[in-house]
């Protein structure tokens, strides 16, 4: 049975601050026992204002690659690009977060998102270890919807246990994604939630009973406690 450990903040500053700090504290520590950080981020509104701090910290940067768990089907330089959203808040010009390894989703430089797909999975094989392979750290946002990475509600996404990576579809875009066996397989997972749309789908989140079919953000199952950080707005205590 999944485990959660719920904090909860006034605001989306107070948020943002939080969620930086957990991230920088997981590489710090991860960096004590191992080479290297290997940590997946997620795109959304909600954690740009977390990136713009995590960036300027001053952490062993050059030992950390970054990647990504999910990206729309389109050109890194679209505003709808999880890519350009790193760019314009962790990877801002300055930023000691520069001199990370950052490995970006092929999207429409290849002939489809099925090819995109298989290429991201070549890419986490070859610079992760395990079987399944492991991230140090995963961060996940959780829509309105109860979708997480592009793991939407009634995609064939859902089902799809073989593969790391996988073609989903959501609000208007295919998109590239994490499957349920690398989300579940990290070593330490967080969401990241605020607004109070999401009050709904947060709440179906931490009900033992709530199934995947209907909030997928419950297929994430790691063997550890996963790390809620969510603003007052987000929670409803009711």
């Given at each position: 049975m999944?485990?959660y450990?719920v904090q909860?903040f006034e605001?989306?500053?107070?948020?943002?601050v939080?969620?930086?700090?957990l991230i920088?504290?997981?590489i710090?520590?991860?960096?004590?026992?191992?080479?290297?950080?290997?940590i997946?981020?997620?795109?959304?509104?909600?954690?740009k204002?977390a990136?713009?701090l995590?960036?300027k910290?001053?952490?062993?940067?050059?030992?950390?690659?970054?990647?990504?768990?999910d990206?729309?089907?389109v050109d890194?330089?679209s505003q709808?690009?999880?890519c350009?959203l790193?760019?314009n808040?962790?990877f801002?010009?300055g930023?000691?977060?520069?001199e990370?390894t950052?490995?970006?989703v092929?999207?429409?430089?290849?002939?489809s998102p099925?090819?995109s797909?298989?290429?991201y999975?070549?890419?986490l094989?070859n610079n992760?270890?395990?079987?399944?392979p492991?991230f140090?750290?995963?961060?996940?946002?959780?829509?309105d919807?109860g979708?997480t990475?592009?793991?939407?509600?009634?995609?064939?996404?859902?089902?799809e246990?073989?593969?790391?990576?996988t073609?989903g579809?959501?609000?208007?875009h295919?998109?590239i994604?994490?499957?349920s066996?690398?989300?579940?397989s990290?070593d330490?997972v967080a969401?990241l939630i605020s607004?109070?749309?999401?009050?709904?789908?947060?709440?179906?989140?931490?009900?033992?009973?709530?199934?995947?079919?209907?909030t997928?953000?419950k297929?994430?199952?790691?063997s550890?406690?996963?790390i809620?950080?969510?603003?007052?707005?987000?929670?409803?205590?009711?």
């Amino acid at each position: 049975m999944t485990k959660y450990k719920v904090q909860i903040f006034e605001d989306k500053n107070l948020l943002a601050v939080a969620a930086s700090d957990l991230i920088a504290q997981i590489i710090e520590s991860t960096l004590k026992i191992k080479s290297r950080a290997k940590i997946a981020l997620c795109g959304g509104s909600t954690p740009k204002a977390a990136y713009s701090l995590l960036g300027k910290k001053n952490i062993d940067w050059k030992n950390v690659d970054i990647f990504l768990g999910d990206e729309r089907w389109v050109d890194i330089t679209s505003q709808d690009s999880n890519c350009f959203l790193l760019n314009n808040s962790l990877f801002e010009e300055g930023n000691p977060a520069l001199e990370a390894t950052f490995f970006s989703v092929p999207t429409v430089e290849l002939f489809s998102p099925k090819d995109s797909a298989k290429e991201y999975e070549i890419t986490l094989k070859n610079n992760l270890e395990g079987n399944p392979p492991k991230f140090d750290f995963i961060l996940l946002g959780l829509g309105d919807d109860g979708h997480t990475a592009s793991l939407f509600p009634g995609s064939d996404a859902l089902l799809e246990r073989d593969h790391l990576i996988t073609v989903g579809e959501g609000k208007g875009h295919k998109r590239i994604t994490f499957t349920s066996t690398i989300l579940s397989s990290a070593d330490n997972v967080a969401f990241l939630i605020s607004g109070s749309a999401k009050q709904t789908a947060l709440k179906r989140l931490l009900d033992q009973s709530e199934s995947w079919e209907r909030t997928p953000a419950k297929l994430v199952s790691p063997s550890s406690e996963i790390i809620v950080l969510a603003d007052k707005d987000s929670y409803s205590s009711g």
